[in-house]
């Protein structure tokens, strides 16, 4: 009997030899509109094997623009981000944090997120055969460096004003609360993100980085393990540092820049956690060719398929060519089944 998509997932993660890699394509708008025949065609041929309920809030919070359109974005935070080039997200220019003691009160926490509409979800997750990811993303460094600035966040961080520590533990706490709403649904996984990596590097000392955030991230991991779900992370850059620690916490899958990294040097953690992709959007798949793709699958494979472990995940992204974004799909449908 063939495997759902939801099962296949499940098999992946739990290193129980799926009979392939499960699908996962994320595009941003960027080539959904400059390649919309290429981009229809691989959901066709290579259907994800992951999704999610959508947007089930009965109340949403107020943004104002479009993120991808140019011009200004504010998100459910407040923060307004100007954005030059239609189809990616832009930067915010102008922090609402300038004094922590003062400012935090014009942040907007959006606890419209807390109106989950429980029966809605369920009935999405119920129709559906793939695996379910929650529509809730918690991302408290990044959301911190949109409210306050990334180089005064980062001089902060060396040295914490007592306000802003109590500022992280209530937006830690809101995130949690978040969490839990859908924790207490029928997706498959929770997940979270934040962009942890230069090319070369941690942002910040791993050492500031256990103090202040792993704790947090131990929280949300705990609190999918206590309801059944798996959790899933994305991170960009060069994070090899703290690979140990999200093992530890017990993350489940974590996308993340292999190619930043290096496969080889992730092999260690091969078995013990799953790569949610990626293969490498930066140089290979807007230069590379088909040949190279294919390589460059079959070194992930080599080193971090372990009767599973490993998504056949990549972003279509602002440069890629279509017929490399097709080339992961076919090299990880080949070389994942033919064991």
Known sequence: MTATSR???????????????????WALPLATWTYPDAYRELQVQYPSDIDGPGACERE?????????????????????????????????????????EHDTAHVHVPREWLTVDADKVNQACASSSRFMLANACPRPFE????????????????????????????????????????????????KFMDDWGSQRVLL???????????????????????????????????????YPDLVEIGVDAVNSQIFCMGAANLRPYAGRITFWGEIDRQHLLPSGTPADIDAAVRDVYHNLW?????????EFGAGAKPENVKQVYASWDEVSRCR
């Open 143 to 190: 959301q911190l460096q949109f409210l306050r600035g990334t180089v005064d966040l980062y001089m902060d961080l060396m040295d914490p004003p007592k306000a802003m520590l109590a500022f992280m533990r209530e937006m830690h706490g809101f995130y949690m609360d978040v969490l839990l709403k859908w924790a207490k649904t029928d997706v498959d996984a929770l």
């Open 306 to 314: 372990r009767n599973g472990g490993c998504f056949a995940q990549c």
């Open 7 to 25: 099962e296949l997932v499940y098999q992946t993660l739990n290193f129980q030899r799926p009979a392939r890699a499960p699908r996962d394509l």
């Open 204 to 242: 910040i000392k791993p050492d500031l980085w256990r103090e202040y955030f792993k704790p947090m991230y131990a929280e949300y991991a705990q609190l999918a393990r206590s309801y059944g779900k798996k959790l899933f992370m994305h991170s960009d850059g060069h994070i090899l540092a703290i």
């Open 60 to 100: 949403r919070a107020v943004t104002r623009g479009d993120q991808y359109a140019i011009g200004e974005y504010t998100d459910e935070w407040g923060c307004t981000f100007t954005n030059i080039q239609a189809g990616v997200i832009g930067e915010v220019k102008n922090p609402i944090i300038r004094d922590w």
